[in-house]
């Protein structure tokens, strides 16, 4: 696997307005900005710190994968996604080595990018994202990158 580095740590949270306060006024992140991912029944605030980045992640229906993880284990940490130059390449790769995927084939993440789950079974109980960004045309990039 190439990971290149931490891409951001998704955190569940009821309500956006009510926690982005935290992260913003109280941490001092830098806020990207808010996207909804209709695929995915999510709306997604984004927070820069570092080279990383925090994701908020406040669902936005009752049969959404955030507001089941909510209900069974409240809010907090969601998951920690890598960056990846390939979701695709990762997903054979991590197959190849028996790695149990819930993804097989890359999805539709927030900021365009590419994104797929490893399944927490196979790494020590933590969800675990591979999160391929859009390649920028020239210099023009998406708000999360």
Same mark, same amino acid.
């Given at each position: 696997?190439?990971?290149? #580095?931490?891409? @951001?740590?998704? +955190? !569940?949270?009821?309500s956006l307005?009510?926690? =982005?306060?935290?992260?913003r ?8 900005? +808010?996207?909804?991912v209709?695929s ?9 710190? #570092?080279?990383?980045r +925090? &994701? ?5 229906? %009752? &049969?959404?994968?955030?507001?089941? $993880?909510? &209900? ?5 940490? @969601? @998951?920690? $996604? ?5 979701a ?5 790769? =991590?197959?190849?080595?028996?790695i149990? =995927? +819930?993804?097989?084939?890359?999805? %539709?993440? !927030? ?7 490893? @399944?927490p079974? !196979? ?8 999160? &391929?960004?859009?390649?920028?045309e ?8």
């Amino acid at each position: 696997m190439s990971v290149k #580095g931490i891409d @951001h740590i998704g +955190i !569940a949270v009821k309500s956006l307005e009510e926690s =982005m306060p935290f992260y913003r006024d109280d941490l001092g992140l830098t806020f990207l900005g +808010i996207e909804e991912v209709p695929s995915q029944k999510v709306r997604v605030a984004m927070f820069s710190v #570092g080279e990383s980045r +925090i &994701e908020l992640l406040e669902p936005t229906s %009752e &049969e959404s994968p955030i507001a089941k $993880a909510i &209900e069974k284990r409240g809010q907090g940490i @969601h @998951h920690i $996604a890598y960056s990846v130059d390939s979701a695709s390449g990762e997903i054979d790769s =991590m197959k190849r080595k028996g790695i149990r =995927m +819930i993804d097989n084939t890359p999805r %539709e993440g !927030a900021g365009g990018t590419r994104i797929a789950f490893i @399944h927490p079974a !196979a790494s020590g109980k933590v969800l675990t994202e591979l999160c &391929e960004h859009p390649k920028p045309e020239k210099e023009d990039q998406d708000e999360f990158s």
